[in-house]
């Protein structure tokens, strides 16, 4: 339970206090010496403490001070009050006796509420994605790469099965949950009128890949894993196939892209018995989905906007071409060419990246097995002898084509249609309307090193940016929603950390000041970052703001009983949602030795109508990469140059 090390300073020249240094002696000889298993420490992990109601009041109002006018948060101050000398003290009561009998008094009802109970399209609004390693380029063959990065993906599924993946460790002592490992390979988001489920089957021998429309069954276990070459024959097959997808086929997985409700309707009346049942079971059940694109991934730093139609392509396709309910869908560019100009002479190689679902679990985990597989194109030998395998086609009678469209019509009367073809474009227009706009910005100019060297958290000076350049854009402050993770405990998952300080705003204002000195703009700054550090120590020790008044909220729903406050609270838009990609996750990554073995991250839509989704990932000393995305139908939000 002792959380003293993480406030301590970091680096060369740092002290670190007696007290840390005898409880980090214990952790290491109670630890054992030998080789830790997946799940070795998770029987030893700590609760998730409930913070006392006092003090995550305190923090709120704090938290909302830059936000108000004094009228307003005078108000939300006797809203808090009412509610923390009256039905929160009930409120609190119950949820303690939560987190007494429950591993985590968070995660479930997270994953139940926040999740599987969202009605809407899973597309943009929930699922993110992540982008290759763009300054590497491993080979100019497609099917190639895919079977190299699929075989990487089912190493990885064998490490996790035996437990030999070896868990994360904080200062090579301090265990993170690895809870959710488990359901990273053989996943699916089962769809329900009012709350989907996650079905996780224990073993599967088979993947399945889309390709210009049609679904194709690959077989990728026979007695033990298929070598890369093995997998490559398949592959080529697939991309070989000169057949027309069946009536359909090809915009089938818009109904995972739609509204969940109807998705679940379809699914239960149409797909529940006879050979569409055992397809769609194949496709449920398989390993994870590939999707062979049709169009390549292009990465030039003279042409940005290339990179930004990655991010796009990545995150939702055209709308029917990932399979949104899986845990993830492997991404696989199409046949490159030699593009030959004036100046020089560009090959285009196969770039990759992945579609993840995000119920099953959080980002982190996700960066974890990508950058296994981003490392293994710089160590692993990928020739073998190649076998053949059978292929496997989706079927769709006359029969279900007729009872679609009519279900169809029974649940939206207004849209008439006897094409199946307009039924499925319709099925997704209800997520693709919410589509983005997209910037992903490569910076160069300097990273981390320098921060490092003005001894500021990198995480903390990047935030800090973010709010300046929010201001500037919007002219005025908004709430802005951080996720840190909570896996120090025991199936933890996220907490938010509120980078909207009374600090950062004071350093924002000094620097729209032209008569604030430099000192003074440093000086703030490097409060508002100590600020800012403090805070997501908070959210890690389990001391954040948001979980603990989502679940007081839930307990009041089962009790029927409303809070003025808990619903102004949760009624907030986040119009700044903001997330950094973790890296280094794995001890194979050695960038002194692969210098552009280093992905670009991933990205995600925005939480807001009106809001902005920011990723980023700290690549290298002097290397980040930012996702920005805001909803096309946004006036207020522009996260995308001229050019585009």
Same mark, same amino acid.
């Given at each position: ?23 980090? +002696? %214990?952790? #290491?000889? =109670? ?10 420490? *998770?029987? @030893?992990? &700590? ?106 993906? +089912? %190493?990885? #599924?064998? =490490? ?10 904080? *200062?090579? @002592?301090? &265990? ?127 042409? &940005? ?340």
């Amino acid at each position: 339970m002792y959380k003293g090390w993480l406030y301590e300073a970091r680096g060369k020249g740092a002290r670190i206090s007696v007290k840390t240094k005898v409880w980090l +002696l %214990l952790v #290491r000889i =109670l630890s054992g010496w030998n080789k830790p298993r997946l799940y070795s420490f *998770q029987g @030893s992990l &700590p609760k998730l403490p409930l913070p006392s109601l006092h003090s995550t009041m305190t923090r709120y109002m704090r938290s909302v001070r830059p936000l108000l006018d004094d009228e307003n948060y005078d108000k939300m101050q006797k809203l808090a009050d009412d509610f923390q000398n009256g039905i929160g003290v009930k409120l609190q009561r119950y949820l303690l006796l939560k987190s007494w009998w429950s591993s985590n008094y968070v995660s479930d009802w997270w994953e139940e509420y926040v999740y599987l109970r969202g009605r809407s399209p899973l597309m943009i609004n929930s699922n993110f994605y992540g982008i290759d390693a763009i300054l590497m380029q491993p080979t100019k063959v497609q099917a190639a790469r895919a079977a190299a990065v699929i075989h990487s993906c +089912l %190493l990885y #599924r064998r =490490l996790v099965e035996r437990q030999e993946l070896e868990p994360i460790l904080l *200062q090579n @002592s301090v &265990p993170l949950c690895s809870w959710q490992y488990e359901r990273i390979f053989n996943t699916t988001r089962i769809p329900g009128i009012e709350t989907d489920r996650i079905v996780h089957w224990p073993d599967s021998n088979h993947i399945v890949v889309y390709h210009k429309g049609k679904y194709f069954k690959v077989i990728i276990y026979r007695g033990r894993i298929l070598k890369p070459r093995e997998i490559q024959v398949q592959i080529q097959q697939v991309l070989d196939d000169k057949s027309e997808p069946l009536p359909g086929e090809e915009k089938l997985a818009a109904l995972t892209a739609g509204d969940r409700s109807h998705w679940a309707h379809v699914r239960r009346n149409l797909f529940n018995k006879g050979p569409n049942k055992v397809s769609l079971d194949t496709i449920e059940r398989a390993a994870f989905v590939v999707a062979l694109d049709d169009c390549p991934y292009l990465y030039d730093p003279k042409n &940005p906007n290339q990179l930004d139609k990655c991010g796009k392509i990545l995150l939702h396709g055209k709308g029917y071409d990932r399979w949104f309910d899986k845990s993830f869908t492997l991404c696989v560019a199409s046949n490159g060419r030699v593009s030959i100009s004036k100046i020089n002479i560009r090959i285009l190689y196969y770039y990759v990246g992945f579609n993840a679902e995000h119920s099953w679990a959080d980002a982190a985990v996700m960066s974890h097995i990508w950058e296994c597989v981003v490392t293994d194109d710089t160590t692993t030998d990928r020739a073998d002898a190649a076998v053949l395998t059978h292929l496997w086609e989706f079927v769709i009678t006359d029969e279900i084509e007729h009872r679609l469209c009519d279900l169809y019509q029974y649940e939206k009367t207004a849209f008439k249609t006897d094409s199946l073809a307009d039924l499925l474009l319709y099925a997704y227009e209800s997520g693709y309307e919410l589509c983005t706009h997209l910037r992903i910005y490569v910076h160069d100019h300097y990273g981390k090193g320098f921060m490092k060297k003005c001894r500021i958290s990198p995480d903390a000076y990047i935030q800090m940016a973010l709010q300046l350049a929010y201001f500037r854009d919007a002219g005025k402050f908004s709430l802005t929603y951080e996720a840190s993770m909570t896996r120090l405990f025991r199936e933890g998952r996220t907490e938010t950390v509120r980078p909207c300080t009374i600090e950062s705003s004071a350093w924002v204002r000094a620097m729209e000041d032209k008569n604030a000195t430099i000192e003074d703009k440093i000086k703030l700054l490097r409060i508002a970052c100590e600020r800012h550090q403090k805070s997501y120590q908070d959210a890690m020790c389990g001391e954040g703001i948001d979980r603990h008044l989502f679940c007081l909220y839930v307990v009041g729903k089962y009790l029927e009983v409303n809070s003025p406050f808990l619903q102004k609270v949760l009624s907030e838009p986040w119009r700044l949602s903001t997330s950094q990609t973790p890296h280094g996750q794995t001890g194979r990554m050695d960038l002194n030795k692969y210098p552009n073995c280093i992905s670009a991250g991933g990205g995600f839509g925005p939480v807001a109508d009106d809001g902005y989704g920011v990723s980023y990932i700290i690549a290298g000393e002097d290397l980040l990469f930012f996702h920005i995305s805001n909803k096309k139908s946004s006036k207020e939000t522009v996260s995308i140059n001229s050019y585009i």
